[in-house]
C-alpha cells in the first residue's frame, strides 16, 4: 500500500488549506481500516487530527472543534482533508496514514508534506 499527499505548500491565514490523500495498493473501503490525516508542527510532536473509515463515518479531535472536515472519493481512491481558517500555528508537515481498526496501530504513512500559513 502506498500513500500520497498532495496540496499547496503555502496557504494564508483565514484561508481553507485542502490537502489529498491518493491511495494505491488498496482500497480505501477496504474493511477494517481507518484512514487518518496527522501532523507535526515544527518542534512539536505529531497531531492526529481525524480519520474516515471503510465505511465513510468520520472522526475528529474534538479540540479542533469544526475546523477539519475529511472526505472522500471513491471512484479515484482518494481522499481529503480541508482545514478552515488556518493561523500560522497550522504550520506543520501534514501526513496521510491507514491504520487497522482493529488494533489501531498505524501500518502505512505518506511521506508528508510540508504546509505553511503566511501572509
Known amino acids: 500500500v502506498q500513500l500520497q499527499e498532495s496540496g499547496p505548500g503555502l496557504v494564508k491565514p483565514s484561508q481553507t488549506l485542502s490537502l489529498t490523500c491518493t491511495v494505491s495498493?488498496?482500497?480505501?473501503?477496504?474493511?477494517?481500516?481507518?484512514w487518518s490525516w496527522i501532523r507535526q508542527p515544527p518542534g512539536k510532536g505529531l497531531e492526529w487530527m481525524g480519520a474516515?473509515?471503510?465505511?465513510?463515518?468520520?472522526y475528529y479531535k474534538p479540540s479542533l472543534k469544526s475546523r477539519p472536515s475529511i472526505s472522500r472519493d471513491t471512484s479515484k481512491n482518494q481522499f481529503t482533508l480541508q482545514l478552515f481558517s488556518v493561523t500560522p500555528e497550522d504550520t506543520a508537515v501534514y501526513y496521510c496514514?491507514?491504520?487497522?481498526?482493529?488494533?489501531?496501530?498505524?501500518?502505512?504513512w505518506g511521506q508528508g508534506t510540508q504546509v505553511t500559513v503566511s501572509s
Open positions: 474516515i473509515g471503510y465505511s465513510g463515518f468520520t
Open positions: 495498493g488498496g482500497s480505501i473501503t477496504m474493511n477494517s481500516y481507518y
Open positions: 496514514v491507514r491504520s487497522s481498526s482493529r488494533t489501531l496501530a498505524y501500518d502505512y
